[in-house]
């Protein structure tokens, strides 16, 4: 668990970096095309395209990928076309690059040694090894790929390498044919773009050199995508093991994690703002978090495939390539950490420290609150004994009169907490309420959107704790009910039930419970969702009575 904390925390990190750098990546070359002098409108471009891709998000994950697909095959078919023209009018000039290559190398090799040259390619290697962050997105997002999900993630990742490999390649060479260097205010790929249509009539280079150049900056703005997809659920996933404040695995109406994106897209601008959008720094500090995942990941595979080495038969197989995955990303980590530390490498290693430390000290927290809370359970015991009494002990239930006064409770589950709540209403007011109704939201979260299996679950799980309260209570010779529903957000629902109840029971009064520390500060209010509160202002504005009860711990 403790490593899994590491790695979400590199993961949030390298995800905010992802978005930060994709658009990034992506301003510069639509600004390629462009004069000179509009590159000062560069960064607050930028900060528009965190904010729009933020609000799309917002609106839904297909309705904020679909546009994008269109763009995304015509940057496909317009770069392979590219390479393929410029590659394919210099073929005769392929023996000269190799001869040039080869000479080059030497004379570096005379000037620094063999170990010095591979040192040099290695280093080469390292920074360039962003590549793979590719194929990472893609493992990452298999939760969210269409059944059958091995099958698909498997085919997906083929088509990724293919075209990772044929497109990096392809404009290295190209580069090399063409004799690309940096140029002021544009990328290297439009530098090459416009040496390869040199010689075309005016207007059909311009357009293509744009029409590339603009699939480019969609392709870039969909790896932010994946940033804004994948982030949340990282968090979401963290905030359920309680390692973030638990509102983070929340959805909106709309099934989107909500606190997360607008999180992700606040701090994805705060970054490009301070960072003056500069892809150089960017991608420094993103190949850290990015390999310290793909390191851990790596030695968790070796680690499993040693255990099971009695079991799988291709364990030896399989433990090779990880272990080969496992001396590259590390090797590639400690290379851009040491010679890119005081570059922004210690920025990163610093958000990473203060990253894990808000972790530790939020789970901490949950934990204390979590051993408070269980001297509350003991109510249970004398409960359970009352609940579980066999159906030929228990009394008739008793008959329901809607005009008698009736306590609503709002519980979560049937737990110490909810006993409490139900044991202050009886002794405060004894003898005062006839009826009780159980009112209980099972909350669809990232814990259990799942499938519709899971949200079965859910429902039968609430239903079944509906049950026990009500069995209590009959118990007592009180009339007893549960309402049970399902849905994204406690407040919404219980403000759609409350009238219906109301109307059923017009001498009804609404309980709830909050838990209440002996020393308040700003990090229990982060950490505890003040639901009741919430509902408490919306039924107000209905003229809805609600009483809450204090719960201390």
């Known amino acids: 668990p403790s490593l899994g904390m590491v790695s979400g925390c590199a993961l949030l990190i390298d995800y905010i970096l992802t978005i930060t750098l994709s658009i990034a990546s992506g301003t510069d070359a639509l600004f390629s095309f462009l004069p000179l ?36 095959l015509g940057f496909v078919l317009l770069h ?32 620094v040694g063999f170990l010095g040259l591979m040192l040099l390619l290695l280093r080469s290697y390292s920074f360039g090894a962003g590549t793979y962050t590719g194929i990472e997105a893609v493992s990452n997002g298999l939760p969210i790929i269409r059944e059958p999900r091995v099958e698909n993630g498997k085919r997906t990742m083929h088509y990724m390498a293919t075209s990772l490999a044929f497109m ?37 280079s311009d357009l293509l050199v744009f029409a590339t150049l603009l699939s480019e900056a969609a392709l870039l703005f969909v790896a932010a995508q994946t940033g804004f997809l994948d982030a949340p659920r990282v968090l979401a ?27 992700m897209g606040m701090l994805a601008v705060i970054l490009m703002i301070a960072s003056h959008g500069s892809v150089a720094f960017l991608v420094v500090l993103y190949s850290i978090t990015v390999f310290i995942t ?31 995955g496992l001396v590259l990303t590390s090797f590639i980590l400690v290379t851009v950490v040491l010679l890119k530390f005081d570059q922004g490498g210690w920025l990163t290693l610093l958000a990473m420290a ?48 809607r005009s008698a006064k009736t306590a609503v409770l709002l519980v979560n589950g049937f737990n110490g907490l909810g006993l409490h709540t139900l044991l202050t209403v009886i002794r405060l007011f004894e003898g005062t309420f006839r009826n009780f109704i159980f009112v209980q939201v099972g ?44 849905g994204v957000g406690v407040v919404e629902e219980v403000e759609k ?42 039924l107000y504005h209905q003229g809805i009575p609600i009483v809450i009860l204090p719960i201390r711990v």
Not at 80 to 98: D, K, N, S
């Open 168 to 204: 990096v390649l392809g404009l290295m060479i190209s580069y090399l044919f063409y004799h690309v260097g940096p140029v002021e205010g544009k990328t290297l790929n439009a530098v090459l773009f416009e040496k390869v249509t040199t010689g075309w009539s005016s207007g059909w």
């Open 443 to 486: 909350v669809v979260d990232v814990g259990n959107f799942k499938g519709s299996a899971e949200v079965d679950r859910l429902q039968h799980h609430i239903r079944k704790e509906g049950d026990r309260y009500v069995a209590y209570m009959e118990r007592h010779g009180c009339y007893a009910e549960s309402i049970t529903v399902t």
């Open 80 to 111: 392979a076309f590219i390479i393929l023209y410029g590659v394919g009018t210099h073929l005769f000039g392929i023996p000269e690059v190799i001869r040039t290559t080869i000479s080059e190398t030497s004379q570096v090799k005379s000037q």
């Open 354 to 401: 203060v990253l894990m430390m808000i972790a530790i000290l939020v789970r901490r927290h949950y934990r204390r609150t979590s051993h408070q809370l269980r001297r509350l359970d003991d109510l249970l015991v004398a409960a359970a004994e009352v609940t579980e009494k066999r159906p030929s002990e228990r009394s008739a239930p008793p008959e329901c009169d």
């Open 294 to 324: 793909f390191t851990l990941s790596q030695s968790a595979m070796v680690r499993h495939w040693w255990q099971v080495r009695k079991k799988e038969r291709r364990w030896q197989r399989n433990l090779l390539i990880n272990g080969i």
């Open 237 to 263: 996933n963290m905030a359920i093991d309680r390692w973030f404040p638990t509102r983070f695995a929340m959805l909106s109406d709309r099934l989107v994690i909500q606190n997360g994106i607008i999180l």
């Open 497 to 538: 039930l409350a009238p219906k109840i109301m109307e059923r029971f017009p001498r009804a009064v609404i309980f709830g419970g909050q838990l209440v520390f002996e020393r308040e500060s700003f990090f229990t209010r982060l950490l505890h969702n003040h639901t009741i509160f919430a509902v408490q202002k919306r």
């Open 37 to 72: 002098e509009w590159q000062v409108y560069r960064v607050a471009f930028a900060v528009a395209g965190v904010v729009v891709l933020t609000i799309l998000n917002l609106r839904g994950v297909k309705e904020s990928v679909m546009p994008l697909i269109p763009i995304m």
